[in-house]
C-alpha cells in the first residue's frame, strides 16, 4: 500500500477514519502511512512527516485531525521536554565568562525596557534554572531545587548513557572497517551483523 493510498482508502465513500473507527481501536490510515515510510531504504524524519501530513491534509483532514487530538498529550509531553532540553542546552552555551557577561547583558536590558517576555527568556538561561530528569517517575525539577540524590541520578544517567554511545560507537566503528564502500547487506547477513553487535556491545566487554 502506498502513502496515498492510506491517506485516503475510501471504503463506502466516507473517510476511512470513519471506518477506522467502526471497526473499533486499532490502526489508523496515518498509522499506515508512517508504518509505509518506514519501510523506505532511507528516510529524512522532517521530510516524511511533512508529506504525511500535507498529504493527509489534502485528502483527509478529518483522519489527521482525528490521530493528532488522540495524541495530543504525547505530543504536548514530547513539546515540554524538547523545551527543556533546548533550555539547557542554552545554559551550557551561557555558562561561560564571555556568554554568561552577554546573557546578563540582554537580561539587564530586556528589565529597563520592560519586555518581560524577553527578560523571562534571558532568566531561562541561567544554569540555576536549567531542568533535569531526577527520578525513575521521570519527574523534572530545576537545578536550584534538586537534592544530592537527585543530582547522583542524573550523573548514574549520564554515565550510563555515555557508556552505552561508546559500545554503540565501537560497534558501528568494527561494522564500517568490514563493510567499506559496500552495502551492510552485500557484507554480512542479519544474523552475523547481530552476532558483531552481541560481542561488542556485551556487558562486560574489556573489563
Known sequence: MTITQCIHALDDGTCSICADRARGPGATPLDEMIAVALTAPEIVPAVAARDIVLGARASCPGA???????????????????????????????????????????LQHAR????????????????????????ADLVQ???????????????????????????????????????????????????QYERLYRSVTAPGRGA
Not at 537545578?143 to 554515565?159: I, K, L, N, Q, T
Open 141 to 191: 525539577k530545576r537545578v536550584a531545587d534538586m537534592s544530592g540524590p537527585e543530582h547522583e541520578f542524573v550523573a548514574d544517567a549520564y554515565e550510563g548513557s555515555a557508556n552505552g554511545a561508546l559500545m554503540e560507537a565501537a560497534f558501528h566503528r568494527a561494522v564500517a572497517k568490514k563493510v567499506g564502500k559496500r552495502r551492510t547487506a552485500d557484507v554480512m547477513t542479519e544474523q
Open 112 to 135: 529597563q525596557s520592560g519586555d518581560a517576555a524577553l527578560a523571562a527568556a534571558e532568566e531561562r538561561v541561567g544554569m540555576f534554572t536549567t531542568m533535569f530528569c531526577v527520578s
Open 64 to 106: 489527521l485531525a482525528a490521530w493528532l487530538d488522540s495524541r495530543a498529550e504525547a505530543v504536548v509531553r514530547a513539546v515540554i521536554t524538547e523545551l527543556i532540553r533546548r533550555d539547557r542546552a542554552k545554559s551550557r552555551a551561557s555558562a561561560g565568562p564571555r556568554e554568561f557577561s552577554e546573557s546578563a547583558r540582554r
